[in-house]
């Protein structure tokens, strides 16, 4: 069956350290994936995309990774700040599909 | 602009009764998305229109659930003869166009409560 799993536990970091969340899967074959925040009470809002046939996407402190091979993307949050608490999802597509399927998610705090 | 709205933020019902979620999208984006989200789980998909039209409602957990767009704006889900497995908080998303990769832009969503 298809399976999307982030860290089941939540993490818990130092300001200015580097948070690293996971995402893998199993059987999909995604031509994309995507990373989300979600705060307390709201919904979900996009972060980042990185495609199939890319390794590596940056966006200011957020690195995020792609590997078909290992079928995972790792997240980094770099010299994280307390107003990088939140919750995490990452989401993929269904073979190159509108339909997006989220895993969890990850809650991330960040102590000052 | 605005963002995509919904209403109620919260809603609290008996079980048996019906209920009618509503969503704004963002004006212009052509695809609206419904997803159902329970504590501690992922996002369900539950179902996609583009335009007015919904090539996909596999996601809907029951006939109870339906849901209908109009002028391919305002989206409606309705759950008829609620049950407290349907407590969740409902949300919708908008995209600009539906195709391959499109960015979601999510509501609030809205807390239901079925006791």
């Known amino acids: 069956s298809q399976k999307i799993e982030q860290n089941s536990e939540a993490l818990n970091i130092q300001e200015g350290k580097t948070a690293t969340l996971t995402c893998n899967y199993t059987?999909?074959?995604?031509?994309?994936l995507q990373w989300y925040r979600q705060d307390p009470g709201r919904g979900p809002v996009f972060l980042l995309l990185?495609?199939?046939?890319?390794k590596e996407k940056r966006k200011e402190r957020l690195k995020v990774t792609f590997d078909t091979t290992l079928k995972q993307s790792l997240f980094h949050i770099t010299a994280s700040q307390p107003a990088d608490s939140a919750t995490y999802l990452c989401?993929?597509?269904?073979?190159?599909?509108?339909?997006?399927?989220f895993g969890a998610g990850t809650t991330v705090t960040v102590r000052a | 602009g605005a963002g995509v709205s919904q209403s109620p933020s919260n809603k609290v019902t008996e079980k048996g009764k019906d209920v009618e979620l509503r969503c704004d999208p963002i004006?212009?984006?052509?695809?609206l998305y419904w997803y159902r989200q329970s504590l501690g789980q992922g996002l369900e998909f539950l179902i996609y229109?583009?335009?007015?039209?919904?090539?996909?409602k596999s996601g809907l957990p029951s006939d109870r659930f339906s849901a209908e767009r109009t002028g391919g704006s305002v989206s409606t889900l309705t759950i008829q003869r609620t049950q407290q497995e349907d407590s969740a908080v409902y949300l919708c998303?908008?995209?600009?166009?539906?195709?391959?990769?499109?960015?979601?832009?999510f509501g609030p969503g809205t807390r239901l409560t079925v006791l």
């Open positions: 998303a908008s995209s600009p166009q539906g195709i391959v990769p499109d960015t979601q832009y």
């Open positions: 059987n999909y074959s995604p031509a994309y």
């Open positions: 990185i495609r199939e046939n890319e």
């Open positions: 989401a993929l597509d269904s073979s190159n599909d509108y339909k997006l399927s």
């Open positions: 004006s212009g984006h052509t695809a």
């Open positions: 229109f583009q335009g007015n039209s919904a090539p996909d």
